[in-house]
């Protein structure tokens, strides 16, 4: 539980680090949005280095959470209803990430 709690709020740092700067970019918002943006990035940069696993599977695994969370942001903050089409591909990415993170030890 803590590491799907650490992937999703690493998620949310990677997507509003990103999504700032688009307000900046597709919108003509502020360009101090760039501020915590970076700040963001940076916090979701610290975030991965919290986990205990080598590098590339954290990376690897985190995809799929990151596929689930980014589609969440799409319902709740775009107001975009995600189609069936958008589960099934977050079902398949959130097994994927279940086979790399639950692989027996060695």
Known sequence: ??????????????????????????????IWLLLPAAASLGLFAWLLSLHETAA?????????????????????VDQVRPTAW???GVAIALLGMAVIMFQPLR
């Open 1 to 30: 539980m803590k590491t799907l709690l650490l992937f999703i709020a690493t998620a949310l740092a990677e997507i509003v680090g990103c999504y700032l700067p688009w307000l900046w970019l597709k919108q003509g918002r502020s």
């Open 56 to 76: 590339g599977r954290v990376y690897a695994a985190y995809g799929g959470v990151y596929i689930c969370v980014a589609l969440a942001w799409l319902w709740l």
């Open 86 to 88: 958008d589960v099934a």
